[in-house]
């Protein structure tokens, strides 16, 4: 740390000014909306009229918050799965490919990324369009979300491919293990670590997204991101930012409970291995 | 000849992945395809002679680039001071970046809105200061849109950043002191190269997603500040005319898909990305 | 008698490198074959061959007279233990060991039963709960060579067995694998660049060069008789004089030789003034260094050829300190072995000063 410091020497300090900025762009906005959500007052101002709780009682006893919280669940989770099983496919599958087609595939997978969501969206609209079995139900929402979310998986689950030992494929091979064994007993166990991460990452993301669902929800229900979207738009009541307070802290409590579990598993290995 | 890989595990690894993109993006782009030709192909025509198009594309183009530029400027100076910053202090910086990458564009976004509508956050801070008597007028201007998207795009650029900054030898930096390399010198020779690479595929990423986005410009930069995104909602959902919405789609998809191959091509972005 | 393992005229080439030239190679029931080469010799290649890692362009391996060259490595029934051991970092020692009874959809109870077995035999008993980042590096190739021989395959390959291992440790294992060996008496074939670990297991030893083998006997005769300079040169160190009918003739190669004497340096001997013996030389002592159980002597002629003598480390050095000039000669006619050119048959035969 020292040398990274004297390294920069004058430079260092404009450096953590601008960061400090930085940083404050980010976590100001958020304290904001954490404070506002505390009013005990009928309306979103800043600062808050004194401190209650009674905006967070309303959004856990209002349907109109609870049920699109559920339904988001609902969605995420199911796509997340799909995600993770293509995306996992697919990084396993780069791993068996010659460099120069590896490269294409890698490519496929990581440009959904780059996908305008609103124009995805329309042509998923247009496919709902088309067959009416589909505009009620929630398949071309899921499937979308899938494919938004597949590229993270595919990237943290790939970066644990590439670290795989090519020998104990070897071994197991000349063990007489064919590949659906290797798979399954050699190479998945190895990847669990990062598939689950690259899971949490990728149902973080779905969670979050709000543009297909403008777009593709069959009419009269909600998700969470969509009606949080639509409340800032019209009633502008300090239920949305304490709905926004809890799935944010929500969020934080997985990801801490999951950063948590990780080290956890890492120091269990270690300890195994130092008798 | 490798016979340790057999053919049918490439298959059965490789095309259910494939048959998944076949439905989830061959099908709604063809979708795209077929409904911009609803009404004989002349959507594609007709878009450019609108100056609304004309104008949100442009709009789109220049709040991408500065959007991009900014972010790739203050993400790599972020991902320096994690690095270069006393640990209590690169904590709080990485703490900062985790909660904006874990809480969702839309929470983020009414974040902002609180900050800058007329009587917000900040009207409340520099009025108890004195300066303003004015509820000020921020909300719905194309300058309340940049500081919030740069917010939204700073974690695709620190996340890499950070990553080949742990990548620079100590070694390599200690020897550069010990020779008598200053500042500049150091961040010159030994700092930049390291950065590069990392920066450039931030920031094609950021660029490409800043082409999409929808939801941070609605809300902040208001209808005065249509994104073509924004613009292609207007033409589906409000003035009926979904041949236009879709051409409109299928020129935003291939125009980021095309940036974004060819970035891939030249800097190797994919490969970045494990 | 089938042969069990049979490389018959295989050809190799790896992008541009012919890395095995039509190499033939017969190994006995229950024989420890090594392989011993420089790095690039291409025995690691052939042993991939053999295991079916790696596919021939040309020639035949024959598992007791069966053509096994197509078949994938799955059904080829050997047992490999490699360089790295790669054992599966998380499945227990004793899930490791049963893990080919398991690829071969054995009862979980046979399972336990073979795993339990072999850990008795590498004298690993009782620890089949531990995961392998608990063990030392000598346990962890035990455990790689007990799950190698777990499924009883009729080959038992080693890649490079010992790399991984520190000195002392290398010492003990080659005589465990050896003694491993002969208790299952599991056909062995190994590779490696270490002359010592090659002779201390060996039954026999191939020795390798650019993708040929160049002479494959019994480790001894190999010290006593190589076939070719390069043999005498890589299995230890050796003067070459060139000879001629007999007669010595300096360096190797000088004009008129017809052959290339071999002396090793335990027979080259300092002699006392007026004593006979073959390939007498004499030379300056430059370089006298003590080695433990032995000296090494190095002593350079007038006309400029090194001779390098060894004496035992109880050996009185009065005479032999640097500078001292003094006669050299091996005092044994039947250990000078003289290297013939190609097409000749090597041979023993007294050498005249």
Redesign the interface.
């Known amino acids: 740390m020292r040398t990274a410091a004297s390294a920069l020497g004058f430079y260092r300090a404009p450096i953590l000014l601008v960061s400090l900025l930085a940083g404050l762009m980010l976590f100001v906005p958020f304290l904001v909306l954490v404070a506002t959500s505390w009013t005990s007052g009928g309306l979103l101002l800043f600062p808050p009229q004194g401190f209650s709780l009674r905006w967070y009682e309303t959004v856990l006893q209002d349907p109109r918050w609870m049920e699109p919280f559920a339904l988001s669940l609902a969605v995420s989770a199911a796509a997340t799965l799909l995600a993770v099983i293509f995306g996992t496919a697919g990084a396993l599958a780069v791993l068996r490919l010659s460099p120069r087609s590896a490269r294409v595939v890698r490519t496929l997978f990581i440009v959904p990324i780059a996908l305008p969501p609103v124009a995805y969206a329309i042509g998923l609209y247009g496919v709902n369009l088309q067959l009416d079995a589909l505009r009620s139900s929630f398949v071309t929402l899921i499937l979308g979300e899938a494919l938004i979310a597949l590229p993270y998986v595919f990237v943290v689950v790939s970066a644990a491919t590439g670290r795989l030992?090519p020998?104990?494929r070897?071994?197991?091979?000349?063990?007489?293990?064919?590949w659906p064994?290797i798979l399954r007993?050699?190479e998945l166990?190895?990847l669990i670590p990062n598939i689950v991460a690259g899971a949490v990452f990728g149902f973080s993301i779905v969670f979050d997204e709000v543009v297909l669902s403008v777009f593709l929800l069959p009419p009269g229900v909600q998700t969470l991101p969509l009606k949080m979207l639509s409340a800032s738009t019209e009633a502008f009541s300090p239920a949305l930012t304490a709905a926004s307070t809890m799935v944010s802290l929500l969020a934080l409590i997985v990801l801490a409970l999951f950063a948590w579990l990780s080290r956890a598993g890492a120091r269990r290995?270690r300890k195994?291995?130092?008798? | 000849?490798q016979?340790?890989r057999?053919q049918t595990e490439k298959r059965w690894l490789l095309w259910p992945p494939l048959a998944f993109f076949a439905i989830a993006l061959g099908i709604p782009m063809a979708m795209l395809l077929v409904q911009s030709f609803d009404r004989g192909g002349g959507a594609f025509v007709e878009m450019f002679t609108m100056s609304s198009f004309t104008a949100a594309l442009l709009r789109t183009l220049v709040m991408a680039a500065v959007v991009t530029v900014l972010t790739t400027l203050i993400g790599a100076v972020y991902g320096l001071a994690i690095w270069a910053a006393p640990r209590w202090f690169s904590g709080i910086l990485l703490a900062w970046l985790m909660l904006s990458l874990w809480t969702s564009i839309v929470v983020r976004t009414v974040g902002w809105m609180l900050l800058e509508i007329p009587r917000g956050a900040i009207y409340w801070l520099l009025s108890s200061l004195g300066l303003v008597e004015e509820p000020i007028e921020l909300y719905q201007t194309a300058l309340a849109m940049y500081p919030a998207m740069v917010a939204v795009m700073l974690p695709f650029v620190v996340l890499p950043a950070m990553t080949a900054m742990s990548s620079i030898d100590r070694e390599q930096l200690n020897a550069a002191v010990i020779f008598g390399a200053g500042p500049t010198l150091v961040l010159r020779s030994v700092i930049l190269p390291a950065l590069m690479p990392a920066l450039i595929s931030g920031g094609v990423l950021v660029f490409v997603m800043s082409l999409g986005f929808y939801v941070t410009p609605l809300l902040l930069g208001g209808p005065a500040n249509l994104t073509v995104s924004g613009l292609i909602n207007l033409q589906v959902n409000t003035l009926n005319r979904p041949d236009l919405g879709a051409s409109m789609s299928l020129l935003l998809v291939a125009a980021t898909v095309v940036i974004y191959l060819i970035a891939d091509r030249l800097f190797k972005v994919s490969e970045k990305w494990g | 008698m089938t042969v069990p393992v049979k490389i018959d005229q295989v050809d190799v080439t790896l992008g541009p490198n012919h890395v095995l030239k039509r190499v033939c190679l017969d190994v006995k029931a229950g024989e420890f074959v090594t392989l011993l080469g420089a790095s690039g010799s291409g025995k690691s290649t052939l042993l991939n061959v053999i295991?079916?890692?790696?596919?021939v362009d040309s020639g035949h391996v024959l598992f007791n007279g069966e053509n096994v060259e197509k078949r994938?490595?799955?059904?080829?029934?050997?047992?490999?233990v490699?360089q790295?051991y790669?054992?599966?970092?998380?499945?227990t020692i004793g899930e490791n060991v049963a893990?080919?009874l398991?690829?071969?959809r054995r009862p979980v109870k046979e399972r336990r039963a073979v795993a339990a077995e072999m850990l008795e035999l590498v004298q690993l008993g009782g620890m089949s709960d531990?995961?392998p980042?608990?063990l030392s590096g000598g346990q962890r190739q035990r455990v790689a060579l007990a799950?190698?021989i777990a499924?009883k395959p009729e080959v038992l390959?080693l890649d490079e067995p010992m790399a991984a291992l520190d000195k002392q440790l290398r010492e003990q294992m080659q005589v465990e694998i050896k003694r491993i060996q002969r208790q299952v008496g599991i056909t062995t074939i190994a590779v490696t660049h270490d002359q010592t670990e090659a002779f201390t297991m060996s039954d026999r030893v191939a020795i390798m060069h650019e993708g040929c083998f160049v002479q494959i006997d019994e480790p001894e005769a190999l010290y006593r008789r190589p076939v070719t300079e390069y043999v005498a040169k890589f299995l230890g160190e050796a003067n070459l004089f060139g000879s001629a009918d007999g007669v010595l003739l300096g360096r190797p190669g000088a004009s008129g030789s017809t052959g290339t004497a071999v002396i090793r340096p335990e027979d080259m001997q300092p002699l006392v003034d007026g004593e006979s013996a073959q390939a007498c030389v004499e030379a300056t002592v430059t370089l006298v260094s003590f080695q433990g159980e032995r000296f090494r002597v190095e002593a350079v002629t007038p006309d400029g050829m090194t001779v390098i003598s060894t004496l035992p480390g109880n050996t009185d050095m009065g005479r032999l300190a640097v500078g001292s000039r003094l006669r050299f000669g091996c005092r044994q006619p039947e250990r000078v072995h003289v290297i013939r050119p190609e097409g000749q048959d090597a041979a023993r035969e007294p050498v005249a000063a």
């Open positions: 030992d020998n104990l070897k071994a197991a091979v000349t063990l007489g293990a064919g064994l007993r050699v166990p190895l290995m195994v291995s130092t008798p | 000849m016979p340790t057999t | 295991a079916g890692l790696q596919g994938p490595p799955q059904k080829r029934n050997v047992g490999v490699f790295s790669a054992l599966f970092p998380h499945m893990f080919p398991l690829a071969a531990r995961m980042a608990s799950r190698a499924a390959l």
